[in-house]
């Protein structure tokens, strides 16, 4: 299945790939519309500084810790991808608790999000890594 | 004969009966549970009563669950016989089913102490299933005073639940702080001033000696009228079939960490079965939901042939009251890292280069990665110890390491 | 504080309505233009800092920049231009020698716009490169001035070796340490997927690319920065650089700065020194001495690779290039007034050395005279900037191009001409390891290879056009070039008709 894979080599750390990721999920028409004067809640955050940075988002698990431990059964896999119903979710933070990669957080209206590698959205490639200037962030199956 | 007979329907049930479909797509699984209700997301009664999510949306797993997956449920029946020689179960009905594997998950009852007069009260509920969430919110009014006994998670999470919907709460514990089990001190002070302030009070440090009708007389001489009581003071693993059926049992059902018990094709798992915590080195009853589905989910492995085994259980907690969240680890042992700012709160505990147990309240962001470092025994002169106290991050890792995580199959 | 007499020569034109305040902008701005204001709210910019490399304006997700011209003047008059002017304010503050960088940009005349191509009509037929085979394939070396064959009709003449390219356009030198890592191994890389060359400059060669020697030229310069037997012997042919059309006459100056970690150890120098190279080889002061080197480059590499004498093109290149084929070099590459650099003096870039075209015409004409145009083969260089004008240097006479600017900006270089500061935003001419890895060698060499893929299919065309079907048949064909706007001398020298004779 094809996964986000990040390489930290090639990340500029221009924080590009958090703005394309809050359009894709704003459901707005451009991106104007969608972030101009608002604070962004993207689903992939860049960790790092101007030296060494890179951009972390769901790993999408083989045997994800956060569907097992959801307590509202909010979190499910499917066809590979870890999804959230945010109609079950009560924001618990449960899922935070338990991520090792800190992929889960709260959406604007507190209850939690997660990428879904733009399933639900324009699909073909995720956003962020349509987005990267410099494919840093790069859509594919690996082994 | 049912190749697999579950006793419960909660969440180490769902885990097992997720772990057998995951090697064996169709021997016969029969679940068995005395809540007449589909599986729904227990520890969702609050927010339920909150109004954050209702019964359809707190349904653990869809609709389709049963059938999709081939489980006979037999909802609203009650296991009172389990004969391991036999290997048959006995219904209340008097029926009686055998099985090739059999998993135990009976979960807990809440516990209510012998307290006097408690007879007297008009309206007494505890906190533990939909059943006790409906029956509560039927007496609720905007004008109800209610009084808690308890201000552990069950407690505080009830009173979240229902602050908006009454006059007033009141939190009665022996203990002389909230959420003992899972805070220090420091953190303690935190959530009670926070809920103080959002018009909870508190009598600490006393319990209720006396009940008459509606009043209630604190061993401090204290009284407090109240027109509705809740129990929340604690909760009994539900182990008695295993123990009549000569099972070892401590202060739950003795499994190992594949889910067996002592009994031959017995399992055990969730709120009424110990697990192995690697954090604290000691077997205990970690009647959390993450671990419940965990432990459920390795029995269910197990029991249909694979092999799995559920040996990184730790205490951990996630929880909320009215927007101050808290996530806490693992075991409170070691040298500490402290960091306080008003309601944000951190307290790392590490001992021999691993991370032994934290404490988050307020900024709880990505705190899994603190776990992951518990659950995996990281040897923290890995990492930048620095880099991690400053924030949970990955940035702490090294480039390898992290080039693992991020750019592999996880 | 002194005033500085300067005014900044753009402005960054912000488009508030657009602006969503990502600061991607003030993140990829080496120059620190970009700021966000915290009590505005919104991103400001301090101008004077511009370099107009448009990174911001590329990078921007909601296309809110734009770099304009200032059109804030200076009473101008057609003698003292606004730039003469700023030049001598700029002088007059910190009394130093004008540096500049990348090629000659006055408005001197360039002639591969004032020469045309032929095409057939009626009488003989063109030829369609998708339909029918076309052989771009070149060799680069001396060709022998007859063949000889044995009595079983096999070649019996010993062939000196050959520099085989698929395309006649090779990337020219540009040493590491004047770009970075990436931008040599996007080069490399590309020359290796197209069968071409590419040429390490004067830096050394950076042990992990020995294993594209096969596609790579190794160059001997001034300072012999890097230079050892395994170095010669890795690539496909070795360079000795007499001279580099931007700065004909004077040596290179890498400052310390630049010369840290693996620029140092590939260089040979220590780490912080400058590398200096001298304006002379100063064991050359000859055609004599400089077949010696020739030979010990040879002998130094068993007789193995072609070598190649790189000079610049000035007055006297044609006598020059008679002597240097003499001296047993394999290649002469000549490299024109407007080729680029990583820095040079402002007046030596603008002011010295002749025109690409006219030397060709020139060199090229002057070893056929002399009948020894087939000891060498000819690359040109210093402003080849499209297929157009690689077609039409091949017609006047060269084997090959070399490309070097029109590369660079396939890597995204925006011609901004602030190399010298070591502060590109593009990761091409700098060592700053944050600003290094805006250069990924995957996109990078990707866009190199399609843009020599692209000229390709256009010398095709082009060459089918005038019916001709291999670069062979095209090299020194004048006939299919005609001048216009020319004078006769110039006509003369290019050894070409203007257009309606």
């Known amino acids: ?48 500084d101007n030296q060494v940075s890179f951009a972390v988002s769901c790993r999408h698990c083989t045997d994800p810790l956060c569907v097992k431990s959801c307590i509202a059964g909010a979190l499910s896999k499917k066809d590979g991808v870890v999804c959230i119903d945010q109609n079950k979710c009560v924001g618990c933070h449960t899922c935070v608790l338990v991520c090792p990669y800190g992929a889960l957080m709260p959406s604007e209206s507190g209850v939690m999000q997660k990428c879904e590698l733009c399933i639900e959205n324009a699909g073909g490639k995720p956003a962020c890594v349509q987005g990267c200037p410099n494919k840093a962030i790069i859509f594919e199956e690996r082994d | 004969m049912a190749k697999y007979v579950i006793i419960g329907n909660s969440t180490a049930a769902i885990g097992c009966v997720e772990g057998i479909r995951s090697k064996d797509k169709d021997g016969e699984i029969v679940l068995i549970a005395s809540e007449n209700h589909h599986t729904y997301a227990r520890p969702l009664i609050s927010y339920l009563l909150q109004g954050k999510t209702d019964e359809e949306r707190m349904k653990y797993r869809p609709d389709s669950f049963y059938e999709e997956n081939h ?29 090739e594997k059999l998993l135990v998950a009976t979960g807990s009852t809440p516990f209510v102490p012998p307290m006097e007069g408690l007879d007297t009260v008009p309206e007494k509920f505890t906190f533990m299933s939909l059943d006790d969430a409906h029956a509560l919110e039927s007496v609720l009014t905007k004008d109800s005073r209610v009084l808690i006994i308890g201000a552990g998670l069950i407690g505080l999470k009830c009173a979240e639940g229902i602050k908006e919907r009454v006059k007033s709460i009141t939190v009665v514990d022996l203990a002389d702080r909230v959420l003992p089990s899972i805070l220090d001190e420091t953190g303690s002070a935190i959530v009670k001033d926070f809920l103080e302030k959002q018009g909870i009070e508190f009598h600490l440090g006393d319990t209720a000696a006396k009940f008459a009708g509606t009043t209630a007389t604190l061993k401090s001489g204290l009284t407090v009228d109240f027109d509705v009581l809740v129990i929340a003071v604690g909760v009994r693993p539900n182990t008695s079939l295993v123990k009549d059926a000569g099972g070892e049992v401590r202060r739950g059902i003795a499994a190992d960490d594949t889910g067996k018990t002592t009994l031959p094709d017995v399992y055990a798992a969730g709120d009424c079965a110990e697990s192995f915590d690697i954090s604290a080195g000691v077997n205990r009853v970690l009647a959390l939901l993450p671990n419940a589905y965990m432990q459920g989910n390795t029995a269910g492995i197990n029991m249909a042939g694979g092999k799995a085994s559920f040996d990184r259980a730790i205490p951990m907690n996630a929880i909320g009251f009215m927007g101050l969240h808290i996530i806490t680890a693992g075991t409170y042992d070691g040298e500490t890292y402290v960091r306080r700012d008003g309601e944000n709160y951190k307290i790392l505990f590490y001992k021999d280069d691993v991370l032994k147990g934290y404490i988050l309240i307020g900024d709880v962001a990505r705190a899994g990665i603190y776990t992951a470092l518990i659950r995996n025994r990281t040897p923290l002169s890995s990492i930048d110890f620095k880099l991690i106290c400053e924030k949970p991050q990955l940035m702490a890792f090294t480039a390898r390491t992290r080039r693992d995580l991020l750019s592999k199959q996880q | 504080m002194a005033i500085d007499f300067l005014y900044p020569q753009y402005e960054v034109v912000r488009n508030p309505a657009r602006c969503i305040a990502c600061r991607a902008c003030e993140r990829q701005c080496s120059n620190e233009v970009h700021a966000y204001d915290d009590e505005l709210k919104m991103m400001i910019s301090d101008e004077s800092r511009c370099v107009n490399c448009h990174r911001c304006v590329s990078i921007c997700p909601t296309r809110a920049l734009k770099i304009v011209k200032t059109d804030h003047t200076f009473k101008e008059n057609a003698n003292w231009s606004g730039e003469t002017i700023m030049e001598v304010y700029r002088q007059a503050s910190s009394g130093g020698v004008l540096l500049s960088s990348m090629g000659n940009p006055k408005p001197l005349p360039v002639y591969w716009d004032k020469i045309l191509i032929n095409a057939s009509q009626v009488t003989n037929p063109s030829i369609d490169p998708l339909r029918e085979p076309m052989e771009t394939k070149t060799f680069l070396g001396q060709k022998p001035s007859k063949i000889e064959r044995d009595e079983n009709g096999k070649i019996k003449t010993n062939i000196t070796p050959q520099l085989e390219l698929s395309v006649p356009i090779m990337f020219s030198a540009m040493s590491y340490g004047s770009i970075s890592y990436n931008a040599h191994e996007s080069l490399a890389r590309a020359a290796e997927a197209l069968g071409i060359y590419y040429n390490t400059g004067e830096g050394g060669l950076h042990q992990d690319f020995y294993k594209y020697g096969a596609n790579t030229i190794v160059q001997v310069a001034s300072g012999r920065f890097g230079v050892h037997k395994d170095y010669l012997s ?57 077949r010696q080197l020739v030979f010990s480059l040879k002998e130094a590499s068993n007789y193995k690779k072609p070598v190649i004498v790189k000079i610049a093109a000035v007055h006297n290149v044609a006598a020059i290039a008679s002597g240097i084929a003499r001296s047993g070099a394999d290649i002469i590459a000549i490299d024109g007034f407007r080729g680029g650099t990583g820095a040079a003096p402002t007046r030596i870039r603008d002011n010295v050395g002749i025109p690409i075209e006219l030397a060709l015409a020139a060199v090229d004409q002057r070893l056929r005279d002399e009948g020894i145009r087939n000891k060498v083969s000819l690359v040109v260089g210093g402003s080849i900037r499209s297929s157009a004008d690689v077609v039409k240097a091949i017609a006047l006479g060269a084997d090959a191009c070399y490309i070097g600017t029109a590369a660079l900006l396939a890597l995204g270089c ?74 006769e001398k110039e006509l003369q020298i290019l050894g070409i008709k203007h257009a309606g004779e």
């Open chain 3, 234 to 290: 890795a690539g496909a042919a070795i360079e000795i650089k007499m001279g580099q059309g931007a700065k004909p006459g004077i040596g290179g100056h890498l400052p310390g700065a630049k010369i840290v970690g693996d620029v140092s150890r590939t260089r040979m120098i220590p780490e912080g020194s400058d590398a200096i190279s001298p304006a002379p080889h100063h064991d050359i002061y000859s055609i004599e001495d400089l």
């Open chain 1, 1 to 48: 299945m094809k996964r986000v894979y990040v390489d930290e080599k090639w990340c500029l750390g221009c924080h590009l790939c958090e703005y394309y990721c809050a359009f894709a999920n704003s459901g707005k028409s451009s991106m104007i519309k969608a972030l101009k004067d608002r604070t962004i809640h993207p689903r992939i955050r860049i960790e790092g």
């Open chain 2, 71 to 99: 489980v006979t449920a037999k909802l609203g029946e009650t296991v009172t016989k389990l004969d391991s020689e036999k290997k048959t179960v006995t219904l209340k009905s008097g029926e009686e089913i055998s099985y």
């Open chain 3, 414 to 487: 925006h011609l901004c001409r602030s190399c010298q500061t070591g502060k590109c935003n593009w990761g091409i001419a700098t060592q700053r390891p944050d600003l290094v890895k805006r250069l990924n060698p995957d996109i990078g060499y990707k866009r190199l290879v399609n843009l020599v893929t692209a000229w390709e299919h256009e010398i095709k065309e082009m060459m089918g056009g005038m019916g001709i079907n291999s670069i062979e048949a095209l090299r020194g064909n004048r006939l299919m070039l005609r001048g216009v706007g020319l004078n």
